[in-house]
């Protein structure tokens, strides 16, 4: 059975970079089981209803401005899954979740960063999804259970985001040190995440440490998609650390997996 991964995916630059991070990510490609399709969270596709993408093949989005030029030159031309979208369809219909389906949407960064570190040949189905930070925790959790037998059917579920993204306290001269508050929410939310700690989890806002620091109102929806890829391990709950390291003094490179 798949698992699911929660998968940060940091700054755009790291589509250029060649550090600890983007190994990591690259041999973590390599050394999993090869899915089927992936199902893919990410926080740079916010909605007030989930919205299932349904296309046949997707552009690139360059969300973001100001980098390299080289950046913007980078294509990700991955291709959809009309019959996973359908059965996608089937299990939010059952499960009571509203959804639309989106046919035009490409691939925002928060989704191509990722998959073409870990799949470079842009090869494996895509079915894009979006997240809601106006939802509970449990609202969000219970999106990503009602997901979880495609896991049975090798289907690898991300969800991509940041446990620890707050671009105003972002350092951009980077020393290679973490800053202590970041390291206190990480590891509050390690030691909970490891216990399956629900009841906590879903408060994190108020029990984490730092957490208005870490998580602030208005970066919620880079955290968020960690509830969606736990949802999608609800039948086995076990989560593990995969890996950890921090750029510019405070932007997590997490990488979770579930189940």
């Known amino acids: 059975m798949m698992p699911s991964l929660f998968v940060a995916h940091g700054s755009p630059l790291l589509a250029l970079e060649n550090n600890e991070y983007t190994k990591f990510l690259t041999q973590l490609g390599q050394t999993m089981p090869r899915p089927k399709a992936v199902v893919l969270f990410s926080a740079h596709w916010e909605s007030k209803v989930q919205k299932v993408s349904d296309v046949d093949r997707y552009n690139t989005i360059y969300d973001f401005g100001g980098f390299d030029e080289a950046l913007y030159k980078i294509q990700y031309p991955a291709h959809g899954d009309h019959q996973i979208a359908k059965e996608i369809e089937g299990l939010f219909t059952k499960s009571k979740i509203p959804f639309e389906m989106d046919t035009q949407r490409g691939l925002d960064h928060g989704a191509w960063i990722v998959l073409r570190l870990l799949y470079p040949d842009a090869e494996i189905p895509v079915i894009s999804m979006s997240v809601n930070s106006r939802l509970s925790p449990e609202e969000q959790y219970k999106i990503g259970k009602a997901l979880s037998v495609l896991r049975a059917k090798d289907i690898l579920i991300i969800a991509s985001g940041g446990t620890v993204h707050n671009l105003g306290a972002i350092k951009w001269i980077d020393n290679g040190q973490a800053d202590q508050w970041a390291l206190e929410f990480d590891n509050w939310l390690a030691y909970h995440l490891e216990k399956w700690d629900l009841p906590s989890l879903f408060k994190y806002d108020s029990l984490a440490p730092n957490a208005e620091f870490a998580v602030p109102p208005y970066g919620s929806e880079h955290f968020i998609p960690i509830f969606y890829a736990m949802g999608a391990a ?19 490179h997490s990488v979770w997996q579930f189940g």
């Open 234 to 252: 609800d039948d086995q709950q076990k989560a593990s650390l995969l890996h950890r390291s921090f750029r510019y003094g405070n932007l997590s």
